[in-house]
């Protein structure tokens, strides 16, 4: 008889695969950042100065304030008149090279930019005032030719009257705050 030699191990068992989870990635929010707005000017009135003015030189004139986009862009349209001694006073975030025109205004106007040196840098003399049946398309552009941080809009013809000049001086009254530094 033969002897088999017999194996006294045992077989060691094969690998079994376990599957794995697999991983599905959750989808994630990334952030978009918002345009965030150039912020406006913040104006407060100063009673104990007396109403807002603006001095241009040696002319003062009452102002009325369009600080806000809204008051930007109604500005002086629709109205018959100005008073001969008040102008409105167009007060910007940033300086900047604006661009104004004359939709809807009833009459002609002087512009007189300001720089944020509060130095007059640029004046547009008598404007005129849209004609009737004159397509907006069809109405000219005005900017100053440097960037500026105000546009004061008084009756055309104001500024050469009171000799009003590129260079003058300009201080405002009886109102200040962020945007109107020209104290």
């Known amino acids: 008889m033969t002897n088999t030699p017999r194996s006294s191990s045992t077989p060691t068992p094969l690998p079994t695969h376990t599957p794995q989870p697999t991983f599905t990635p959750e989808p994630t929010t990334t952030p978009i950042p918002e345009a965030s707005p150039t912020p ?9 100065e ?13 102002a009325e304030l369009a600080f806000t986009p809204e008051d930007r862009t109604q500005g002086l349209s629709d109205r ?5 001694t008040t102008g409105m006073l167009f007060i910007f975030e940033e300086a900047r090279t604006p661009t104004f ?7 002609d106007l ?5 720089g944020e040196d509060c130095i007059v840098a640029d004046i547009h003399h008598n404007v005129p005032r849209q004609a009737d049946g ?5 109405l000219p552009r005005y900017s100053p030719n440097v960037d500026v941080l105000y546009n004061l809009e008084i009756n055309a013809g104001r500024a050469e009257e009171l ?5 003058d001086k300009v201080t405002f009254s009886g109102f200040s705050g962020t945007g109107a530094v020209c104290q």
């Open 163 to 167: 000799g009003i000049e590129i260079g």
């Open 134 to 138: 004159q397509q907006p398309s069809d």
């Open 101 to 107: 025109w004359m939709y809807h205004m009833r009459f």
């Open 40 to 48: 406006e000017p913040f104006i407060y009135l100063r009673p104990d």
């Open 80 to 84: 018959e008149s100005l008073p001969q």
């Open 110 to 114: 002087d512009f007189v930019w300001i």
């Open 50 to 62: 007396g109403p807002p003015r603006v001095n241009v030189g040696n002319a003062v004139f009452d």
